[in-house]
């Protein structure tokens, strides 16, 4: 079955550093990936769809000079949170269908970021 | 905009019984609709999709849709506390997947 590799799993960085996670699909080849944010007992909330190739596109709200995201190939997107604060401090999700056209979300592990 | 509704829960069953989840979605576009389990502290698994109006069973699991109703449903029969998470609804449309706040499940042994 399809994978998707995330990591870190876990990072806990200082106020006004960068971070960055990466998302793998393992098996397969992913033009399009997710990438969500959940905060403690809330749903997953969809920050923006990575196309490989080009540019990502943002959820309303979401601001896309602090999240940078970067589809270079077709099996890695990364997220890299820049500049991080305290109310950065989430659980973010990367997931990746496989195939075009296809509906079912293969979901990375989650990296849990804590911003002191 | 286009919303996902759950009760939160929690929703306790005893070990054995059918554990009943219901959500309902405001788009009467959505054309796929999917329930998810999370664990605590880990990312969502897909457990049943479902297209068509009725019934689709898959081991102890029944997803139901009702699209007249913009309702759609899983059971799960013979809980056990394994069981016990976070279920998510997700509905998709012509737009990327919107998941429901989830429904926390407990299964008391």
């Known amino acids: 079955g399809a994978v998707v590799s995330q990591h870190p799993s876990r990072v806990i960085c200082k106020s006004g550093t960068s971070v960055k996670i990466e998302c793998r699909s393992l098996?397969?080849?992913?033009?399009?990936m997710f990438w969500y944010r959940q905060f403690p007992k809330q749903s997953l909330m969809l920050m923006a769809t990575?196309?490989?190739?080009?540019?990502?596109?943002?959820e309303q709200g979401v601001e896309k000079d602090k999240f940078l995201i970067n589809h270079a190939s077709l099996t890695l997107s990364t997220l890299t949170v820049t500049s991080a604060h305290p109310e950065d401090s989430s659980f973010y999700i990367c997931?990746?269908?496989?195939?075009?056209?296809?509906?079912?979300?293969?979901f990375g592990a989650g990296s849990r970021l804590t911003v002191l | 905009q286009k919303e996902v509704e759950q009760n939160s829960g929690p929703l306790s069953v005893p070990e054995g019984a059918i554990a009943s989840l219901n959500c309902t979605y405001s788009?009467?576009?959505?054309?796929?609709f999917f329930w998810y389990r999370q664990y605590s502290g880990k990312s969502p698994e897909l457990i049943m999709s479902?297209?068509?109006?009725g019934d689709k069973e898959d081991g102890r699991f029944t997803a139901q849709l009702n699209k007249a109703s913009q309702y759609v449903s899983l059971l799960i029969r013979d809980s056990q506390p394994s069981d016990s998470a976070t279920y998510l609804c997700?509905?998709?449309?012509?737009?990327?997947?919107?998941f429901g706040k989830g429904t926390r499940l407990s299964v008391i042994a």
């Open positions: 997931s990746a269908v496989q195939g075009a056209g296809a509906n079912v979300l293969t």
């Open positions: 098996d397969f080849q992913a033009t399009t």
């Open positions: 990575s196309n490989e190739g080009s540019k990502a596109t943002y």
């Open positions: 788009d009467r576009g959505s054309q796929s």
């Open positions: 479902i297209y068509s109006n």
């Open positions: 997700a509905v998709k449309g012509n737009t990327p997947l919107v």
